[in-house]
């Protein structure tokens, strides 16, 4: 089984400051993971992924993850959050060599306050 | 088209009417993904297709609830008899051999009166 948690609904940050958006995963095996956004009407568009090597991931618009497999985390950041990043981000895990289906957490709704 | 496209972006229908959401995916793409998006409940995976293999339909709520994929390419989720509680966001997503992420459409947007 795998599984994914995002612990917080809501993560509220001032345009400037580092935002940090929480992912904690469980899979029987190595994960690959996965970051998403979603604007108000909009779908998922993909942002990020870990498959292997570096830790530290980099994605699209500056925003970065860093996979930590003894926290089974993979947390997702950005140096300077913009008020414009304001949206609902989505974190997946599915297992290597294993379902080809990802696993969604519920959602973090990240405000950006100007 | 370049992206992921899914008809209609709005259907509302009465309870017990049936209806069909429609996905089509990136040209060439083979696995295709149909998830369900409720409020405060994050993505509820479906159903999905690769190439020419069987469905792996262990998603689907109940028998009302059926997805065919035509060619390898446009896929149709039908809802039957439909209920209150089938009204959320459907999203279609498809990938690329050898890729592991995959592309969203925008959804279609399913109210049930």
């Known amino acids: 089984a795998q599984s994914v948690a995002q612990p917080e609904d809501q993560v509220n940050v001032a345009e400037g400051n580092p935002l940090t958006v929480k992912c904690t995963y469980s899979?029987?095996?190595?994960?690959?993971l996965f970051w998403y956004v979603q604007y108000p009407n909009r779908g998922l568009q993909f942002l990020l992924k870990y498959i292997t090597g570096d830790n530290l991931v980099k994605g699209s618009y500056g925003f970065e993850a860093e996979f930590n497999k003894s926290q089974t985390s993979f947390h997702l950041k950005k140096p300077s959050a913009l008020v414009s990043d304001s949206a609902l981000y989505f974190c997946a895990v599915r297992v290597s060599g294993g379902s080809y289906i990802p696993t969604f957490g519920r959602g973090t709704s990240l405000i950006v306050h100007p | 088209g370049a992206g992921v496209s899914q008809s209609p972006s709005n259907k509302v229908t009465e309870k017990g009417k049936d209806v069909e959401l429609r996905c089509d995916p990136i040209?060439?793409?083979?696995?295709l993904y149909w998830y369900r998006q409720s409020l405060g409940q994050g993505l509820e995976f479906l159903i999905y297709?690769?190439?020419?293999?069987?469905?792996?339909k262990s998603g689907l709520p109940s028998d009302r609830f059926s997805a065919e994929r035509t060619g390898g390419s446009v896929s149709t989720l039908t809802i039957q008899r439909t209920q209150q509680e089938d009204s959320a966001v459907y999203l279609c997503a498809s990938s690329a051999t050898g890729k592991t992420e995959a592309f969203f459409g925008q959804g279609t947007r399913l109210t049930v009166v």
């Open positions: 040209s060439g793409h083979t696995a």
């Open positions: 899979v029987s095996g190595n994960p690959y």
């Open positions: 297709f690769q190439g020419n293999s069987a469905p792996d």
